[in-house]
């Protein structure tokens, strides 16, 4: 049995599929968060279940690549139940699409979820009524206190069990005579995709792209349909059928609906009017910005020189046991410097930062950062909803290159994959604490992550001169409302994305810092060094860290970790200058992705567009580590 949840972007399908699946999806109060499908097994009352939690969709009408993920999933002919959940304090405008599922003819449930919301507004829901009318059963939800997830479930069980499908409610009947006419004519057709006559007609009274193209050597026969409908109501085809199913939802939303009282206002109803301002709002994202700089590197450097003195330690005593020159003593130290690296210089970073995240994603101000960014996106020749895979980078690159798919012109989604690359990740904001934050002062890391703004915006210019979009393009971002999202929740979000690193990228440093030990055990890392040697000798580097360059391009935290092992001490400052710092957290800022981006590149923009990022951004790396080197060296230190 195949579970489907579908609906609009931010209407609760991610925490949905969390509670049923323990936490294996990242969720947020941040519209276009899900950009592709998450899948788990679970067990309701004796019946094995596939759920697939879906992107969110505003129309089963092809759009970006997100939105074609889930409409591609339903038109698979591989569901058996989908659970439409919609946002119950918006009903109007969910019910559309709802309308488009219910004509696909699969068994469906319909979960009314954020029912508290609803409440907060005054709307007060029939669902038997509700139920009545779309001939499914409709369930009430609050998704992130799990209240109404079993009925919801059982629901699922129900109707596929009796095979229940729901009602196609009929438009007005001049565009039903057309349908009723057309239904005839798409019988007739061969396409690949097995879906409903009815649903078919519509999709080709909308102009899909996707259906046209299955029927383009009949198309003569449907065209004059199409131009009955434009001729009766004045408008292209397209739009008559979207207005129809509008008016459906609106008045199916009055039948169902009472409006107990005005939404009760509370401290969300004017926060906006300061965090939105044209001047505040700048104001308060600098200093929601700058606090969350400070609440990072407070905690992060508060533990880090402490459990490094723990570590030598520990090494200073296996030097003395097995020998300084012992292969025993090479390994064993590259292991246990592996490990430190994690505990001592990763985790103080990454968790406060991920935790730090997970509260502002959740609260809702993001969204904000995407409207009040909206100008400086412009001036570069993007928009305000490219700040989205820009956020998403500071946690990971990796989904950062995938959230490009919300984005609606090739030419954007091929520049914002490679700006989101420049972006520092959760493993290069490590680098950055740990190093210049931690070795010179918070203040020289925070030029960097401002200079980082700097490039990135400098380069989409210089992209977006390269590659135009095709006109001009306003930001359409839904706003949604302020959550205060429960501390577990928080908890379980920040846990998923440390489990990443401890799972993959811990062990990774540990086999790559005791490779590097052997390495140096034997000699071979002399000849990687000298290899890089000229690149290291342009920039003004030990010719030592040549090797970690390398070992950076698997995970970003080996640059570090094996920083300290290849110097021979953790005590980075007696072996390199505050200049030489800055310029390899620099170049490793900006060069070259590590493998699992340069995957999600190919994967996204193709092998061409993968090569170019790597050659853009190891270029950038260069040049700014070569000025840097200049610059601090004449004029600084």
């Excluded at 999806?25 to 759920?51: D, L, Q």
Aim: net charge neutral.
């Amino acid at each position: 049995m195949r579970i489907a949840l579908g609906g609009q972007p931010n209407c609760g399908k991610s925490t949905i599929f969390n509670h049923i699946a323990g936490y294996q999806a990242i969720t947020s109060n941040f519209p276009g968060t899900t950009v592709k499908y998450t899948e788990t097994n679970i067990h309701i009352n004796g019946h094995t279940c596939h759920c697939i939690d879906l992107p969110g969709t505003y129309s089963l009408t092809s759009g970006d690549p997100a939105e074609s993920e889930a409409r591609n999933h339903l038109l698979s002919g591989e569901v058996d139940v989908i659970i439409n959940v919609i946002d119950a304090s918006l009903l109007g405008r969910s019910l559309e699409l709802t309308l488009q599922l219910l004509e696909l003819e699969v068994p469906m449930v319909l979960c009314l979820n954020m029912m508290d919301e609803a409440r907060r507004k005054g709307i007060q829901i029939n669902e038997k009524k509700l139920s009545e009318i779309l001939g499914i059963p409709v369930i009430p939800t609050i998704a992130k206190t799990g209240k109404g997830l079993k009925e919801l479930f059982n629901g699922a069980i129900e109707v596929f069990e009796k095979k229940r499908v729901g009602k196609n409610l009929k438009f007005s009947k001049d565009i039903e005579d057309i349908i009723d006419q057309l239904v005839v004519i798409s019988d007739q057709q061969k396409i690949r995709e097995k879906v409903p006559s009815r649903f078919l007609v519509l999709r080709l009274l909308e102009n899909d792209p996707i259906f046209i193209k299955e029927v383009r050597n009949s198309f003569d026969q449907i065209r004059p349909f199409q131009e009955k409908l434009e001729q009766a109501h004045g408008v292209p085809s397209d739009q008559v059928i979207s207005s129809e199913r509008h008016a459906l939802s609106m008045n199916l939303f009055e039948q169902v609906t009472t409006i107990l009282h005005p939404p009760k206002r509370d401290i969300r109803s004017n926060v906006d009017q300061i965090v939105m301002h044209k001047f505040f709002g700048y104001v308060i994202l600098a200093l929601v910005f700058y606090g969350f700089f400070n609440f990072i590197f407070g905690i992060g450097g508060y533990i880090e020189k402490p459990l490094m003195e723990f570590f030598e330690r520990w090494i200073e005593g296996l030097e003395i046991f097995w020998g300084k020159g012992s292969l025993s003593f090479f390994l064993l130290k590259g292991v246990l410097q592996g490990i430190a690296g994690g505990i001592a210089i990763v985790l103080p970073y990454l968790v406060p930062f991920l935790i730090g995240l997970s509260i502002l994603e959740d609260i809702g101000y993001l969204p904000r950062v995407a409207f009040l960014m909206d100008i400086f996106m412009h001036r570069i020749g993007l928009h305000g909803k490219s700040v989205i895979p820009f956020i998403l980078g500071y946690g990971c690159s990796v989904p950062a290159v995938m959230a490009t798919r919300i984005l609606e012109f090739p030419q954007h989604r091929f520049i914002v994959s490679i700006l989101s690359t420049m972006i520092p990740c959760s493993a290069r904001i490590t680098i950055i604490f740990g190093l210049v934050a931690f070795f010179i002062n918070p203040n020289a890391a925070l030029t960097i992550f401002a200079l980082n703004l700097l490039v990135v915006a400098i380069s989409g210019k210089i992209l977006s001169s390269l590659y135009p979009e095709p006109g001009s393009l306003g930001l359409i971002l839904e706003i949604p409302v302020y959550q205060f999202p429960p501390f577990q929740n928080i908890l379980k979000k920040s846990w998923y994305r440390i489990r990443e690193f401890i799972v993959i990228a811990w062990p990774l440093l540990i086999i790559g810092s005791a490779l590097l030990a052997l390495m140096e055990y034997g000699g071979v890392e002399k000849n990687i060094n000298w290899f890089l040697s000229p690149l290291t000798r342009i920039l003004g580097l030990p010719v030592s860290v040549g090797t970690t360059l390398i070992f950076g391009l698997l995970r970003k935290e080996l640059s570090m970790i094996m920083l300290t092992q290849a110097l021979g001490t953790t005590q980075v400052l007696t072996v390199m200058t505050k200049t030489q710092i800055m310029v390899f957290t620099i170049f490793v800022t900006f060069y070259i992705p590590c493998l699992a981006t340069i995957a999600a590149l190919w994967k996204e923009i193709g092998k061409k567009g993968a090569f170019l990022a790597i050659l853009f951004t190891l270029s950038v790396a260069i040049l700014l580590a070569f000025i840097t080197r200049l610059f601090l060296g004449v004029f600084i230190w």
